[in-house]
C-alpha cells in the first residue's frame, strides 16, 4: 500500500520569506510525486510532478520541490512566499509498473502573512 | 492546455432526488477520468476510476448503484447521485488524465452539492 504524510495542517509563514510545505511518501517501487494547490470552493491545480531525472523539479508559480530518495521526502519549496500563496497544498504518489491510482496527503493550509 | 470543466458548480436538491454532475475536458482526450469527494478540511477521496467505453472501478466502500458513473466519450463522464440524501451532501471533484500509469491528473472545479 502507498501513503503520503503530511505531518503539518497548517504553516504560516510571512510575506517575502521562504517557505517550505513537508511531505513524505511510502510506495514500492519507483515514486511519481506530485503537487497540488487548491483556492477555495475550487478543484485542485496541478503545480509540478516528479517522475524521474534531477532531484529539484520546478514548477509553476515559483513554487519548487526536492526529491529525495533517502529521506522519501518531496518537501515544497518557494524562495519568497506571495500572500496570493495562501492556499491549501496536497502532495500525492503513486508508483511505476503500470496503472495505479493517485494517493493524497490530508492537505497543509498554508498562510501568508503580510 | 488541460482544461476540466464540471458542471454544475453547485447544485441543491431535495432529498429523494437524482444529480446529475458533468465533467469534460475540453482540449484533450481522456482517457481515465476519476471522481472524488472531498469533505470539509479532509483530502480528496477517491470514489471512482472510469475509463471511456467501458464500466467504472469503484472504490471499496462506495455504492456503485447510488453513484451511477458514465464514461461515454473521451471527453465527458458523468456521475449521478440517486435518490440523494443529507449525507451525500459534499464537494464532488472529477478529474482527467491522458495516461493513468504516470500522467498529471487534471482536475475540474468542483461542484458543490447540498441535500435539503
Known amino acids: 500500500a502507498q501513503s503520503v504524510a503530511q505531518p503539518e495542517d497548517q504553516v504560516n509563514v510571512a510575506e517575502g520569506n521562504p517557505l517550505t510545505v513537508k511531505c513524505t511518501y511510502s510506495?514500492?517501487?519507483?515514486?511519481?510525486l506530485f503537487w497540488y494547490v487548491q483556492y477555495p470552493n475550487r478543484g485542485l491545480q496541478f503545480l509540478l510532478k516528479y517522475i524521474t531525472g534531477d532531484n529539484l523539479v520546478k514548477g509553476s508559480y515559483g513554487f519548487e520541490a526536492e526529491f529525495n530518495k533517502s529521506q522519501t521526502s518531496f518537501h515544497l519549496k518557494k524562495p519568497s512566499a506571495l500572500v496570493s500563496d495562501s492556499a491549501l497544498y496536497f502532495c500525492a504518489v503513486s508508483h511505476s509498473g503500470g496503472y495505479q491510482k493517485v494517493t493524497f496527503g490530508t492537505g497543509t493550509k498554508l498562510q501568508v502573512i503580510p | 492546455g488541460a482544461v476540466v470543466s464540471q458542471h454544475p458548480s453547485r447544485v441543491i436538491c431535495k432529498s429523494g432526488t437524482s444529480v446529475k454532475i458533468e465533467c469534460r475536458s475540453l482540449?484533450?482526450?481522456?482517457?481515465?477520468m476519476f471522481w472524488y469527494r472531498q469533505f470539509p478540511k479532509k483530502s480528496l477521496m477517491l470514489m471512482a476510476t472510469s475509463n471511456e467505453g467501458s464500466k467504472a472501478t469503484y472504490e471499496q466502500g462506495v455504492e456503485k448503484d447510488k453513484f451511477l458513473i458514465n464514461h461515454a466519450s473521451l471527453t465527458l463522464s458523468t456521475l449521478t447521485v440517486t435518490s440523494a440524501h443529507p449525507e451525500d451532501s459534499s464537494f464532488y471533484i472529477c478529474?482527467?488524465?491522458?495516461?493513468?500509469?504516470?500522467?498529471?491528473?487534471?482536475f475540474g472545479p468542483g461542484t458543490r452539492l447540498t441535500v435539503l
Open positions: 478529474s482527467a488524465s491522458r495516461d493513468p500509469r504516470a500522467d498529471t491528473q487534471y
Open positions: 482540449d484533450f482526450q481522456a482517457t481515465t
Open positions: 510506495v514500492s517501487g519507483n515514486p511519481y
